[in-house]
């Protein structure tokens, strides 16, 4: 046991007293850090060339498109500035009034090819048309609206046109325009049709304003007052965040350690340092030794980001998300989870012979691992159902699943996480013996990498 | 019968096989205590997998391994150092790190002024601080033995110690074996140079296709395989002709020539007939060098008569 131990130190400081070890300690705060706040920093960094679009409004009287163009001088003067007289964050709309013209099929079909052919140039951004029937007060018959989006209708102006706004562009993607000028088309329709209706608008307003919906915690009674506290705000982002962050934080603290630790295995088979070591410690010792350093080193991780996340929550009021039991269990988990995975690492470099052979072998080990990742926003969203459940004691998934089951409020019955942490315990415990018996026998043999054949045999055969 | 405590090591009837090859086959050996033993063989003969299975690295799939008289199967021994063929340390970890590392893992406590000392002597210390990729390969060698030998152990085991050094370090490392001997430890070591085997081993071992050809002291090998080497130096006309009636084989070294005679031939036959053609300025019987000995019965077409003439 103390030579396990002396193993541990070891590789404790190599993989704790390196560069590398700094890098990948800063890289994860970084990466997960540095996608918000690049996108912080590049949500100002917008094209903000003005964009042209030519407007075909076919209602009596073409109201709507002047509506719009006011609006849109309105928006270039006031809403596409950060703070009035600042900088420019969104680009200008200028809006282009095309005479809507001849209603016939050839020619409506002619307009839209030769605006489509405006936009190819770069002339236009795009193209929109109102129906003229928008401001009435008879619309689109229901069953007919599905059959406006009919990519097999034949080419031309079909009747449901008249019901509805239509808008050709090639940057489908940017739909900026798009929803500004549904709002502002639809509020100026709408006042036409009260108008039509005889409503006065501010009581056809005030009787169709919508209901708000707030979202709050529980109400508790305050023992020290005996009075009632206010219910807290929910909010379903942190509760979403923060298990989601536990979970890629416990991936990769498995992951971070695992990966050298097998490189330092197949090290020491290439450099026949496996032999020296072989000759002062028994193979399970030096498993050990290894395994318990990679404990340390994770924990040492772990330590780093959890404190800096709990002050983040704290400083932030979030500090109920990450409570002391959460974190204890996230160290339960990480330890078991560490010497479960990390004897399967060690177990792939044993059984190969250079570092291009663990690629191969490595992968379903690595697929175990992500599986979790794949599934855990279920799990976040609903963590009693059966899936969610079920998946929570997979051992293998147990250590980042149970966990997110854990940390979503209001938790879990408390016998859950044990029994999972009783079926970790028992997987890692069947790693550990089956890649000690692998790291026996594959640590001294060279020359090329065990076959899955090779590998079962040595597990099984006394 | 030798009792266990006079001897380090006893191998009998020990058998290992990977898949369908046979590294050791039926071997049997007895090391005594306090002696400096070469383990000799061409390469892929078993010297490797014999040594493996003293430090208890590999176990034999017949027989017994007995070491400084314990037979528990179990790896580890703290008594035992061992220097691997080549390599066997950790490249990115100074040399001093990696020696106590190494003597931690045998149970020495305090091993920094024994490595401290041992260092100086090899002439490292001041690469002490240095990582182990860069030094040079002899260096790096250096630091391996000092590795096998710093927790003092009783039986040191070392896989090809000489080879690649020049041979200043050669010398450090062969005065460092035999102060090893004088300090009562036994030493076992293999070696493909046969003129440190022939100076340095009290007795040798020789391993061949996993069977032991040869084990005994150096005299007690030539002696059996007898006196039927002449040196000779002739003064005149060109040295010996090509063939000569009882002469089996012909090496020109320049200044000598050797002779190996065929059993039963009488060297004073040959001297007459030598004697007959000019002059003789240097007539020996020698015994066959242990690279002969070695070549005769690794290369099969020139084992001819060898074994034969067993007194």
């Known amino acids: ?462 | 019968m030798t009792r266990a405590n006079d001897t380090a090591v006893v191998i009998r009837g020990v058998t290992k096989t990977f898949g369908a090859h046979t590294a050791v086959n039926d071997l049997n050996l007895t090391v005594p205590r306090g002696t400096v033993y070469g383990f000799i063989g061409p390469n892929g003969s078993g010297k490797t997998t014999t040594l493996r299975m003293i430090m208890r690295i590999l176990h034999p799939d017949l027989g017994e391994v007995e070491v400084l008289g314990g037979r528990t199967m179990r790896a580890a021994n703290d008594r035992v150092g061992y220097l691997p063929e080549e390599r066997g340390l950790y490249k990115s970890m100074t040399v001093r790190n990696v020696l106590q590392f190494y003597a931690e893992l045998k149970g020495v406590r305090r091993a920094r002024p024994a490595i401290d000392e041992w260092l100086e002597r090899m002439g490292l210390a001041e690469w002490a601080g240095k990582k182990v990729q860069a030094l040079s390969k002899g260096m790096a060698q250096k630091v391996q033995f000092i590795a096998a030998v710093v927790s003092k152990p009783d039986l040191v085991l070392l896989d090809e110690p000489f080879s690649g050094l020049d041979p200043v370090n050669l010398e450090t490392l062969r005065e460092a074996v035999l102060d090893l001997r004088r300090g009562g430890a036994t030493v076992i070591f293999s070696t493909h140079d046969m003129n440190v085997a022939e100076r340095m081993c009290d007795s040798i071992f020789m391993i061949y296709r996993g069977k032991k050809v040869l084990d005994g002291t150096l005299e007690s090998i030539q002696a059996a395989y007898g006196s039927d080497t002449v040196r000779v130096r002739l003064d005149s006309n060109g040295g010996v002709p090509g063939s000569m009636p009882g002469v089996l084989k012909l090496t020109d070294f320049g200044r000598y020539q050797e002779l190996r005679l065929a059993d039963g031939v009488d060297s004073q036959a040959v001297l007459a007939a030598l004697m007959a053609r000019g002059r003789v300025s240097h007539f020996e019987l020698a015994r066959p060098s242990l690279h002969d000995i070695f070549v005769r019965i690794a290369a099969p077409e020139t084992v001819v008569t060898a074994g034969n003439n067993h007194a």
Request: charged share 20%.
């Open chain 1, 1 to 462: 046991m103390h030579k396990a131990f002396v193993i541990a130190v070891r590789e404790y400081n190599a993989a704790v007293r390196t560069k590398a070890f700094l890098i990948s300690l800063v890289v994860f705060p970084v990466l997960i850090g540095g996608s918000v706040g690049l996108q912080l920093l590049l949500k100002d960094k917008v094209d903000t060339a003005e964009k042209r679009f030519a407007v075909i409004d076919r209602t009596p009287g073409e109201k709507l498109v002047e509506k719009l163009a006011v609006a849109a001088q309105a928006r270039n003067t006031t809403e596409i500035f950060d703070r009035p007289g600042g900088k420019q964050i969104k680009p200008a709309f200028t809006v282009e009034r095309v005479a809507s013209g001849d209603e016939r099929r050839e020619a409506v079909d002619q307009q839209r090819f030769d605006l489509s052919e405006r936009v190819r140039d770069g002339d236009l951004f795009g193209f929109l048309e109102i129906g003229s029937g928008v401001v009435e007060l008879a619309g689109l018959p229901p069953d007919a609206a599905d059959a406006a989006n009919d990519d097999d209708a034949p080419p031309g102006p079909s009747p449901n046109d008249r019901f509805l706004m239509r808008y050709q562009s090639n940057s489908p993607t940017f739909d900026a325009f798009q929803r500004w000028a549904e709002k502002v088309v639809n509020e100026a329709a709408k006042e036409s049709r009260y108008a039509a209706a005889g409503l006065p608008a501010e009581k056809v307003k005030a009787a169709v304003r919508p209901v708000p919906l707030v979202t709050k915690g529980l109400t508790r009674r305050n023992t020290a007052t005996g009075r009632f506290d206010e219910a807290r705000d929910e909010n379903p982002i942190a509760s979403m965040l923060v298990p989601g962050g536990l979970l890629m934080l416990m991936f990769m603290l498995i992951l971070i350690g695992s990966t050298p630790l097998m490189q330092g295995v197949v090290e020491e088979k290439m450099q026949r340092i496996a032999e020296v070591l072989l000759g002062s410690v028994r193979p399970f010792d030096l498993m050990l030794g290894k395994l318990l350093g990679l404990v340390g080193v994770s924990v040492t991780l772990a330590a780093v980001y959890l404190s800096g996340a709990y002050w983040a929550a704290r400083h932030y009021g979030y500090a109920e998300f990450v409570s002391v039991e959460v974190l204890s269990w996230f160290l339960v988990y990480l330890v078991l989870g560490v010497l479960m995975y990390g004897s399967l690492f060690v177990a792939v470099g044993a059984a190969c012979t250079d570092l291009r052979e663990t690629q191969a072998m490595l992968w379903p080990v690595m697929l175990l691992a992500m599986v979790p990742m794949f599934v855990w926003m279920n799990v976040v969203r609903e963590p009693n159902s059966v899936f969610s459940t079920v998946a929570s004691y997979v051992p293998t998934a147990t250590p980042m699943l149970m966990l997110v089951r854990v940390a979503v409020p209001p938790g879990i019955a408390w016998w859950q996480p044990v029994v999972g942490m009783v079926g970790v315990l028992a997987a890692t415990l069947a790693c550990v013996y089956a890649a000690g018996r692998i790291f026996r026998v594959g640590l001294l043999m060279q020359g090329k990498a065990a076959t899955p054949r090779e590998l079962l045999r040595w597990v099984f055969e006394a």
